[in-house]
């Protein structure tokens, strides 16, 4: 059988689902197409440490090509899915370019992830970047290294201040772990590089709307982060909604009776609320018949193929199942799995046996503080120094690439003996806006 006799397996996703769909289909006799919109494999826990100075942008992101250079059957292709025909078997994709190529297929997976929500207000975006990319990391790296220069560069007290305040919309593990860092680098990375001002004094708010911080770990759990938040300094407020962000200020709004307005004057938010589907989802759902829940996740049956197309397997974040959390090790588990069912339908002629997909629980983790990080796996409840270095493990393991792992470590160990961070750089973002006055891009941000 030749190569192109073979059947052609197109998984479109580069992330947690899609890298492991695609590894377990290494022996198979298939063709693959992994379809990323992206060239590399980003290991998003750790994205807030690249916007905190800590980890560079390479420490976390991976070369698709490279990571697969010794599978011989699969082949990377650069482009975003747009739309697809379900009769022919033919899925679009986007180029960076505008111009669009079709693939074929015979088996779909699809693991293309989520992307960050705003929740009806996409306006917000201009102010307050998500964390779900690289691009927002190193926007975020570029605003809170810029905030603490133009305060080092300002006069009075009341001009340093908005500079000087960092608010992290949301109190999940993200907005926990973020709100940590930016306090970690006021404290102890800047401390003796600034003569004007006094990084300590940076204010660092954690607004929630709910009645602690990471629900999604035990109550005692949430009690301890809270305390350890509040002894690094972050001001937690819980029980708001953010309802307005613009270029200097947020705003809140109580969720209780009577309702309370507060906004903050803040150059630097940082947005953690939620996430929602990508458009190809919509796409998707209405060319295959599927149920998509509030976010834009579809609904998929235990074997995760879509209802009605046994061929169209949807997993990781973007999928509908049994409440399954949006978390990497559902995503790699649901690749694996998929990867290993077509393999054995292929092999078998079509008659392999389709036990339903079981998730494996293997436990959460959060990063709070120095010191202090949380892990949660059934009975286990992990917190303090040693919750601090069961994560550390579990993040180094899961890691791409042992370039990657062993430079992470090395970094983590310079920065814990040093508390430098040395990570810092920033960029204007394209090669226009770096060469035009400062005063022509404020002005264009302002517009």
Known sequence: MTASDQP???????????????????????????????????????????????????????????????????HVALGEATAIDAGTRTLT???????????????????????????????????????????????IRRKLVTAFEMAE??????????????????????????????????????????????PREARVLLLHGGDRVLPSFGKKLSKNAQRTLDTVGVETHLGVHVTEVGPDYVETTTKAEPKTVARYEAHTVVWTCGVEAVPFAKALATELGAT??????IAVEPDLTVPGHPNIWVVGDMMARDNLPGVAEVAMQGGR??????????????TAVRTPFKYRDLGSAA????GHALVQ???????GRLGWISWGVIHIAFLAGVRNRVGTVLNWMVTLSTNSRRERAVTFGD????????FTNARKNAS
């Not at 989520?114 to 102010?127: C, F, K, P, S, T």
């Open 377 to 383: 796996a059934g009975p286990l409840h992990l917190s």
């Open 8 to 74: 052609h397996v197109l998984i479109v996703g580069g992330g947690f689902g899609g890298l492991n769909a695609a590894r377990k289909l290494r022996n198979a006799d298939v063709d693959v197409t992994l379809l990323s919109r992206g060239t590399s494999h980003v290991f998003q826990p750790l994205l807030y440490q690249c916007a905190t100075g800590l980890l560079s942008e390479g420490s976390i992101a991976s070369p698709l090509r490279h990571l697969l250079r010794r599978q011989k059957n699969t």
């Open 93 to 139: 994709a986007c180029r960076p370019d505008g111009s669009t190529f079709d693939l074929r297929y015979d088996h779909l997976v699809v693991a293309t992830g989520m992307q960050q929500a705003y929740h009806g207000h996409d306006e917000y975006i201009d102010w307050a970047p998500g964390m779900k990319t690289l691009d927002d990391a190193l926007t």
């Open 153 to 198: 560069s300002l006069p009075t007290v009341e001009e340093r201040r908005p500079w000087l305040t960092f608010a992290v919309a949301g109190g999940g593990p993200t907005g926990v772990e973020i709100a940590g860092q930016i306090r970690e680098v006021a404290l102890h990375a800047l401390t003796d590089e600034f003569r004007s001002i006094d």
């Open 292 to 297: 998509q829940d509030r976010s834009g996740r």
């Open 431 to 438: 090669s226009r806006i770096a060469r035009n006055p400062y």
């Open 367 to 370: 990063y709070v503080a120095r």
């Open 337 to 350: 799995y998929a990867g290993k069912l077509i393999a054995a339908e292929v092999g078998s002629g079509g």
